[in-house]
């Protein structure tokens, strides 16, 4: 079984809008020719004819057994209202977790701003994931989104569950240290290429990532995920084969791990 923790249906490179629906049929497509059994849709910071709002996917993945929704949330404009609708759709059960985009938007994962976000997470116990280490967009600011900053968030919220995305890279030594230290924390290695692996870089991060479990243990902590469309999931899933781990482990990190963080029902898959 394998399970994607982290896909997009962003436009990011097309000039005109696409239809959500014909997005989602891209992404089953993809699933369907990679055997991926169950992905996670995060939906963006920003809303526009790029980039589908919250309530347009849940709406959209009705019936879809096999997707599931993270929620988007800016911390620049999010409104009484958001928070409102995030949480009906939390005490649903239509969304498996939350999405905050530090680097992208200029905000610190600690400030204060967020505690309500926090709070509802851990009332309803679902994981707040947080962009994490480079930018896709060369406009990011990335003292924003180091992952030192999540240990903060970490021990301040020892009940919510963290996922720090795309390993916190360049700093995979730090997140390492961070997921490590703090049980509550999990990572997830989507992001790290555009497009394929090149077999140089395919070599280097299975080096970072066979340190990072030697260092922390047993990769209870750490997700599968692609950040598709931006990585290839075809690249991605020769790269986790070319991981030098039993296959018990990698059965951790392909889905068992998520299906467990998220809640996810892989009967019905």
């Not at 690249?235 to 951790?252: A, G, M, Q």
């Not at 068992?256 to 996810?264: G, R, S």
Request: include cysteine; charged fraction near 25%.
């Amino acid at each position: 079984m394998i399970i994607d923790v982290h896909t997009h249906i962003n436009n990011y490179h097309e000039e005109k809008g696409v239809s959500l629906e014909n997005c989602l049929n891209l992404l089953t497509e993809s699933m369907d020719e990679e055997h991926i059994d169950y992905a996670l849709v995060l939906t963006s910071y920003k809303v526009n004819e790029h980039r589908p709002s919250t309530s347009k996917v849940v709406e959209a993945i009705a019936g879809r057994k096999n997707l599931g929704v993270v929620a988007g949330i800016s911390y620049l404009n999010f409104k009484q209202s958001d928070l409102q609708e995030i949480n009906e759709y939390l005490r649903d059960g239509l969304i498996k977790g939350l999405k905050l985009y530090p680097g992208y938007e200029p905000f610190y994962p600690y400030d204060n701003r967020l505690k309500v976000i926090y709070d509802m997470a851990v009332e309803f116990d679902v994981p707040v994931m947080f962009h994490s280490g480079d930018t896709y967009s060369p406009t990011g600011r990335i003292k924003f989104s180091h992952p030192i900053h999540i240990d903060d968030v970490a021990v301040d919220n020892p009940e919510m569950k963290i996922v720090i995305c795309h390993l916190g890279n360049p700093w995979i030594k730090d997140c390492m240290e961070v997921v490590y230290k703090n049980k509550n924390v999990f990572t997830d290695f989507s992001g790290l290429v555009l497009g394929n692996f090149s077999e140089k870089f395919e070599k280097y991060m299975k080096k970072e990532i066979e340190e990072m479990i030697t260092y922390a243990g047993d990769p209870k902590y750490l997700l599968y995920g692609t950040d598709w469309p931006i990585s290839n999931m075809d690249s991605y899933l020769k790269f986790i084969k070319e991981l030098d781990l039993p296959e018990e482990k990698k059965e951790l990190i392909m889905w068992k791990n998520a299906a467990e963080l998220f809640k996810i029902d892989v009967s019905v898959l």
